[in-house]
């Protein structure tokens, strides 16, 4: 399993957390998600076979801006 660490910009409230959440989890190969809030960082683990893009792009279409950190 891998871990990856996302910085998500536009995340103001606890249902921003929830709706960023359950966008990651519908991605095919996550299987756990970290998301704090004050600092708009986002742990994500799993499996990513086309790597982190299709996370990227899910957040980019609910308004969100995500960055790899790590």
Known sequence: MKSIELSVTGMT??????HVDHTIRT???VED???ELSSGKVGVQGEF???VE???AALAEDG???????
């Open 27 to 29: 991605i095919a190969g």
């Open 64 to 70: 969100y801006v995500a960055k790899l950190i790590s």
């Open 54 to 56: 299709p996370i990227i």
């Open 49 to 51: 076979p086309q790597g």
């Open 13 to 18: 409230c606890g249902n921003c957390v929830k």
């Open 33 to 35: 998600v970290q998301i």
